[in-house]
């Protein structure tokens, strides 16, 4: 009699946890953008969250966690220290992968994180003022050769800042002086706060007619900027991508993953998507796991080849 009794409860035991484990999504999910709110990243990551709570019927929000000058990396940090559970999503640009274990951050290093999918490519520019006296890379050149140029980025660990610096120690000049931004918008050039930033064409889309684009981070021109060339025309070995995707935890089961990445394409593939690609100059797409693992090793060789040069 004992026996069975101690049988029976060691099945119960057992059988509880599996009772208990309820079907991903149960609780609130976040979605975790290391940056400001309005830029192409946070957006999208909003349609992804409001579709996801749709979907589910679970609270689903967007967080935003800038670092100013540290760029995405404490807020990615706060990602790696959260439970692989798929309820904390990082909705990271390049750099996350790429830099984020060389930043000394413990929680980056090793890089804890695994792609669900790529949805965005940046219509990344290196942009002035549009009365500034050079209209071209070159110019710029030329005339940083005599006056100091200042340089507006978002972080100087970040990969377009990097490319931005390599470009310009590949074409014989350096910068004078640069220095990072929480935002760099209109008013960054305005106020004369930087000679020439390296931002989102979305942060400058309301004062384009103010601003001259001398060049874009990537290898396809910009649809609204169809005149400037591509930093990869410019210089082939600097040629890099710079996209956002959504991360999860290495641990994060393979069906939580699933989950997130269905309805991630769905709303990438929505007409309210291509609209925004559009209006905005971006790439909109679906890269999934593999095909990101991919991405990410490529450019990691391309990167290296920056840093040699920034690094010299």
């Known amino acids: 009699m004992l026996k069975s009794i101690a049988t029976g409860a060691a099945a119960l035991a057992l059988a509880l946890p599996v009772a208990a484990q ?32 749709e979907e589910y019927d679970v ?35 390049i750099g996350v992968p790429l830099i984020g274990p060389e930043v000394g951050i413990p929680a980056l290093n090793p890089n804890p994180f695994d792609p669900v999918g790529i949805f965005l490519t940046y219509p990344f520019v290196i ?8 209209s071209s890379m070159e110019e710029l050149g030329e005339y940083a050769a005599e006056n100091d140029v200042a340089l507006g980025h978002f972080g100087s660990v970040l990969i377009p800042t990097q490319v931005t610096l390599a470009l310009a120690e590949k074409m014989g000049w350096s910068y004078s002086s640069d220095a990072a931004f929480d935002a760099l918008d209109c008013n ?16 400058i889309l309301p004062c384009l007619d103010e601003v001259q684009i001398l060049a874009s981070i ?27 995707g959504l991360f999860v935890l290495k641990d994060t089961p393979e069906d939580v993953r699933e989950k997130i990445a269905a309805v991630a394409q769905e709303v990438i593939q929505s007409d309210e998507a291509r609209q925004l690609a559009e209006q905005t100059g971006a790439l909109i797409y679906w890269q999934d796991a593999e095909e990101a693992a991919a991405q990410i090793e490529k450019d990691a060789e391309t990167l290296g080849t920056v840093l040699r040069l920034i690094d010299n």
């Open 218 to 244: 990537g290898a396809e021109r910009i649809p609204l900027t169809p005149d400037a060339p591509t930093v990869g025309e410019l210089d082939p070995e600097l040629d890099i991508a710079l996209w956002n």
């Open 188 to 203: 960054t050039l305005a106020s004369g706060d930087a000679d020439v930033i390296n931002t989102t064409l979305q942060l």
């Open 127 to 134: 942009a002035t003022s549009a009365d500034a006296p050079y």
């Open 22 to 53: 309820a079907e991903y999504p149960e609780q609130p999910v976040e979605f975790v953008v290391p940056f400001p709110p309005g830029d192409l990243e946070d957006v999208l990551t909003r349609m992804i969250a409001e579709e996801f709570q």
């Open 59 to 93: 609270p689903t929000a967007v967080v935003n966690k800038p670092g100013g000058g540290g760029g995405p990396f404490p807020g990615a940090a706060e990602v790696a220290m959260a439970d692989p559970d798929g309820y904390t999503i990082g909705s990271f640009v």
